[in-house]
């Protein structure tokens, strides 16, 4: 051992050191959040609570029944019942989610050619029980008028679920092999 | 006063009266320690928190400073779990062992000027005592319990707790020969020649070493192998549930109180201070206490668990050597 390492040993450099620093974290703020008084507010484009999108011009839903987000879910938590109505039109007669079942992964959301279901940036529907999260074609509706509403709707689509070949790049500089294929240039 | 001179022979009142002084005495020390342990559950949790850029508990009241109430409601009607293979007598005893030893030891302290319970001359002796009979309680809970996790946990703790005492024992050895006696008041008072009016510039190897030991013989981390938790559970104390366990706790505690008190004032010098704190005589001792309570926390925050043969190693091959040392340095010293 050299002169030096018996020096740190005796002295106990390391652990002094290593004692600094926890005393210097306590004079630090701390980072915890105080949940329910302290709310986090969610990212946009945050995937929460699910919505039935509603037509800005009759209020009614924009879904026509195509069953493509049924379709699409990896979970298979969608469920969609069309009928034939009186002028022999097709009616979305039943529209149900398995909020319990679903991942959040949208692809619903990109699936649906009339932008008919979106993800809201509500998070917080802890309930007792399961049938609170089951969600009916009347919940779902309800959920757009509490959480999504025509001026983040608009927004909505528009931001985040309008997919562009930048959005799936990286920054400015990072290496590419196709240059030319940087920042939706070959889109 | 006459009823009792009639009753119990001549000079009995005075005995009685004795004996009532000494009782409030305990009273006001068990109650004060008490308190101190509650609230050095709360500040432990605030500290370490802190220190890891948290918060500590904070729901309990302002900043939940109401905490140490509310845990100790919790343990008080938790049922109180006694497994079926246990040695029972010696479960239902070991946890009041380790709290008696505990609390007997505040017995020889001095906390200011004339305040101690019994000023007997082999205080430090019997602080010495007092700490290893606590470790009886742990071995008795490690094996009655009857599970492999407490029994390995009761195994190492009395593995470690002898070999520290050793080290324990010799480094307080350098404060016996400057003092020349182990009654604790009489020690703060040598102290008072001394620079600073502390032993802390003479002794520093052996204030190095009792600190190091002191964390050893209380089990608190870096040191806290016999309740390891990512390897033994909780240690001793696996099967220990309610009341019980909240004794248990309050022992450590109530040790590590202990264990503060005797470095400062074999050490730091006691009650006394640069200066004269008014109407509170016992705050220099206060003061001291916090500071080394609060050492023992910041350690704790800093410092990951020693391995077991790390720690026998530490032990055997560097605190002893380094009390002996120190105690033929302090001989030497003292003869020219």
Known sequence: MRFKDIIKTVFLTEIIKGMALTFRSMLTHAVTRQYPEEKRPAMPGFRGLHALMRDPRTGEARCVGCGLCAAICPSQCIHVYTADSVEHKKIVERYEIDVLRCTFCALCVEACPFQAIALTEHYEYADYSREAFYMTKERLLENYDKYMGWEKDKEYFRRFWHPVARDFTGYEEQPVFRPEMRSGQGR | ?336
């Open chain 2, 1 to 336: 006063m006459k009823f009792f001179e009639i009753i119990f022979g001549p000079g009995s009142f005075d005995l009685f009266l004795n004996l009532l002084f000494i009782i409030i005495k305990i009273a006001v020390v068990i109650g004060v320690v008490m308190f101190h342990v509650a609230y050095a559950t709360y500040f432990e949790r605030k500290v370490i928190g802190h220190m890891q850029v948290r918060l500590g508990p904070m729901r309990v009241g302002p900043h939940g400073i109401l905490q140490p109430i509310a845990d100790f409601m919790k343990l008080f009607f938790k049922e109180d779990i006694i497994p079926a293979e246990a040695d029972k007598p010696l479960f239902y005893i070991a946890p009041v062992i380790s709290v008696l030893a505990a609390l007997s030891s505040l017995a020889v302290i001095p906390f200011f000027e004339g305040f101690v319970i019994a000023d007997i001359n082999i205080g430090l002796l019997f602080i010495l005592a007092m700490s290893s009979l606590g470790s009886y309680g742990i071995i008795l809970a490690g094996w009655s319990s009857n599970s492999k996790y407490s029994f390995l946990g009761g195994l190492r703790s009395s593995a470690q707790v002898v070999s520290y005492e050793i080290a324990m024992g010799l480094s307080l050895v350098g404060v016996m020969m400057l003092s020349g006696t182990l009654n604790l008041t009489g020690i703060v008072k040598a102290q008072e020649a001394y620079p600073l009016g502390m032993f802390l510039i003479p002794q520093i190897i052996g204030f190095f070493v009792f600190m190091i030991a002191a964390i050893a013989e209380t089990n608190r981390s870096p040191f806290d192998l016999p309740e390891a938790e990512s390897e033994l559970v909780a240690g001793y104390f696996v099967e220990y549930s309610g009341m019980r366990f909240a004794l248990f706790y309050a022992a450590e505690y109530i040790g590590m109180v202990v264990m503060s008190s005797i470095a400062a004032i074999c050490f730091l010098g006691g009650w006394n201070g640069p200066f004269k704190i008014p109407y509170v005589p016992f705050a220099w001792l206060l003061i001291k206490v916090y500071f080394l309570i609060f050492l023992y926390y910041w350690i704790r925050a800093t410092l990951p668990r020693y391995r077991y043969d790390h720690l026998m190693d530490l032990g055997w091959k560097v605190l002893i050597p380094l009390a002996l040392l120190n105690i033929v340095v302090t001989g030497i010293i003292k003869m020219l």
